[in-house]
């Protein structure tokens, strides 16, 4: 090809190992001759992507993706074939030959837009040294941003003229349109403008260390926005990056948890600091994609934002798209009117350590901010929250972390909010299975001799409307036929007998099940009477079913009368009337 020979080509992908160079970005699994992991293509629960490193190839059975180690460069780091190549030849200690993208009679846009990213960078730090930087510079003193700092980080500044990145790229080669599909300069109907002027600027990375885009913070308190970013384009969407994470993704494998913080200075601050597990969310609430990126380095995360009304709601709108991809949450807030770039500054890094130690779980942080107990909030209050929790509980994926997750929430609230969550039927039928196999029905059969088993005056009432045919269990049917004989003979029920004296083992099953059955506090009649219901409308069911198979066997046999009477009481039992 034009830009890089086909020799060149080879060279760098017969260099550059498929295993080291995927293990570098999504954590791989041994398994057999092969890798396995999460694919980073798509959102999974189990591992379906397969690396192999006899055949230099990946393929994911999930979704299809497959390819060879420079593929899957271009796919993950959304770069155009030359840049993928570049990227594995510095990796590899290759150095390659090449003429510039804008010298190519066609070169991949992608491409385009990384070498306009390239002579951004150069012209933003080249601007910040000039004499129209020393306002920046001023800034950055004032925030105690070292030029030794400035340089680690590549930070710049972008004079406040029109077209001074424009004319600069003129003459490096790139046209005002590459720019613009750059997200670096904008179309007007007289011609092209800058898109940042007269802000401090800062590079975004992608995971491989190229620059895919900026952030431009305002130096004139009257600017609208404190901070702009690249607009979306072909290399770069904000919702998918965090800041940093290409400096510290190494960091934060080896301390297996990640700490999360709002702004580029506190990210910039305390990676200086020595503290170096730190990823940038860019201003904004953890995204799926984002929560998705940092899963594959770290099971834990510690969110860290500031301690102002802005920063509760950032960690309250983290903690959902964290919990759903399988990350362990708890939240660290500052002092009110800190942020982690002061913090560290004024205390310094081992103080702000042992302030992140202390950080707690979400159901911890939501008692703290409340500030009060539960009976202590009126009744549109607690809705609100349970509405909150609720929301956040539901985000979970796994079953067992959910129940688990739930569990301490309602020990630290002491309130049944499972009662009131949305279970899907799939995730009951999993955890049913991992606490023992017991079956969904089962468990309501249990959950509801439980609750007669208190409410005991009530057995008659019921006996009334619930036949013992409709317990689908054969320890259930036995104990609800002994409490209804127990009761009518005794007039109480006195279980614990039971169990002494009991050597059927269907009986001693059931109780044992009976016993697991937790209520917070004694069950409300409302839910007394949704459990009757619910058993009355299975029971409904079941001889609505039988009636219809009489009707049809009544119709072959020619019996009109007795159809026309079975269609009857089908009608009735439809509208609510008696079901026996």
């Not at 271009?74 to 200690?93: C, Q, S, T």
């Not at 290759?94 to 491409?111: G, L, R």
Request: with cysteine.
């Amino acid at each position: 090809m034009g830009m890089i020979s086909d020799a060149q080509i080879e060279k760098v992908r017969e260099s550059s190992d498929i295993v080291e160079v995927i293990g570098s970005f999504v954590k791989l699994m041994k398994r057999g001759h092969n890798y396995v992991a999460l694919c980073p293509f798509h959102s999974e629960d189990t591992p379906s992507f397969n690396v192999s490193p006899d055949k230099q190839f990946y393929h994911c059975f999930g979704c299809g993706q497959g390819g060879n180690v420079i593929t899957f460069v271009m796919n993950h780091e959304k770069m155009g074939f030359v840049e993928a190549i570049r990227y594995l030849a510095d990796r590899a200690g290759i150095v390659i030959k090449e003429k510039s993208p804008a010298d190519s009679a066609a070169p991949d846009v992608k491409d385009r837009i990384c070498y306009a990213n390239k002579i951004a960078l150069e012209y933003f730090v080249k601007s910040l040294s000039g004499t129209s930087g020393i306002k920046a510079v001023n800034y950055l003193k004032s925030r105690k941003i070292t030029s030794a700092v400035c340089k680690e980080f590549s930070i710049g500044y972008t004079p406040d003229k029109p077209d001074g990145l424009i004319r600069f790229a003129s003459e490096k080669g790139i046209s005002p349109e590459v720019l613009t599909a750059a997200g670096l300069s904008s179309k007007f109907d007289n011609g092209y403008c800058d898109f940042f002027r007269g802000r401090l600027m800062f590079p975004i990375s992608n995971l491989s260390g190229r620059v895919v885009a900026f952030a431009g913070r305002a130096l004139r308190e009257q600017e609208p926005s404190k901070y702009i970013n690249t607009p979306d384009t072909p290399i770069y969407h904000k919702g998918s990056q965090l800041f940093g994470l290409n400096l510290t993704k190494d960091h934060i494998k080896r301390q297996k948890r990640a700490l999360v913080v709002e702004g580029y200075t506190d990210f910039i601050s305390l990676y200086s600091s020595g503290i170096k597990y730190v990823v940038c969310s860019s201003g904004t609430a953890f995204t799926s994609s984002q929560a998705s990126l940092l899963s594959r380095f770290t099971d834990n995360v510690v969110t860290l934002f500031d301690g102002d009304a802005a920063g509760l709601n950032a960690a309250e709108r983290s903690v959902g798209e964290l919990l759903s991809k399988g990350v362990e949450v708890l939240i660290c807030l500052l002092p009110e009117g800190e942020d982690p770039d002061s913090f560290v500054k004024s205390k310094g890094a081992e103080e702000l350590e042992n302030f992140v130690a202390n950080a707690v779980s979400y159901p911890q942080f939501k008692k703290m901010t409340i500030g009060k107990s539960l009976r202590q909030l009126s009744v549109m209050e607690r809705e609100k929250l349970v509405q909150e929790i609720g929301g956040v509980i539901n985000r979970i994926g796994d079953p067992l972390r959910k129940k688990l997750f739930t569990d301490q929430v309602e020990a630290i609230f002491d309130f049944p909010i499972s009662s009131f969550l949305n279970t899907n039927p799939k995730e009951k039928r999993k955890l049913e299975e991992l606490e023992g196999g017991v079956s969904n029905r089962v468990m309501l059969e249990r959950e509801f001799l439980s609750l007669l088993a208190q409410s005991g005056s009530r057995i008659a009432e019921v006996s009334q409307a619930i036949a013992v045919e409709c317990f689908t269990d054969p320890g259930c049917r036995i104990v609800y036929e002994k409490m209804i004989e127990e009761y009518s003979r005794l007039g109480s029920l006195e279980l614990g007998k039971w169990i002494k004296m009991n050597v059927d083992p269907r009986i001693t099953e059931t109780l044992a099940g009976m016993d697991k059955v937790r209520w917070a506090m004694m069950p409300a009649a409302e839910i007394f009477e949704d459990y009757v219901k619910r058993f009355r409308n299975d029971q409904n069911k079941t001889l609505l079913r039988d009636i219809k198979d009489e009707i049809v066997a009544a119709e072959k046999q020619g019996d009109a009368l007795k159809a026309s009477d079975l269609q009857k009481r089908y009608l009735r039992i439809l509208a609510g009337g008696a079901s026996r």
